[in-house]
């Protein structure tokens, strides 16, 4: 069994930045993708940004050039620095890691983030 600790949620104002960390850890025998992903208070969960194992990132339109996804390896660990926050990006912020072939990949508890303007 695999389990993602996420950490770096809280409360900011507009324009500032947090960081998030997601921690994998347990009986792991491959590390495929690793992504963070969102959901704000009535809607679906969305795609905030994945990374593969070679370093190739893909970001949703709505935070390309403030965020940043980045890993590593060694501590099968993602992180997401958030930069010039907005209200918008209000939500509880979820990790997936794709490990030892699960197709759907493994879900992390998720954590609040919050945006005053």
């Known amino acids: 069994q695999v389990q993602l600790v996420e950490s770096g949620g809280g409360l900011v104002q507009a324009g500032g930045s947090l960081k998030l960390s997601c921690a994998a850890s347990g009986r792991i025998f491959s590390i495929g993708a690793m992504g963070w992903y969102r959901q704000a208070p009535g809607k679906q969960r969305e795609l905030v940004a994945t990374i593969t194992s070679g370093g190739t990132t893909v970001y949703a339109d709505s935070v390309k050039g403030r965020f940043t996804i980045s890993r590593t390896n060694a501590k099968a660990t993602v992180y997401l620095q958030m930069n010039s926050l907005k209200p918008e990006d209000t939500a509880i912020y979820y990790c997936?890691?794709?490990?030892?072939?699960?197709?759907?990949?493994?879900w992390g508890q998720g954590t609040q983030v919050t945006v005053s303007s």
């Open positions: 997936n890691v794709k490990a030892n072939g699960l197709v759907s990949g493994y």
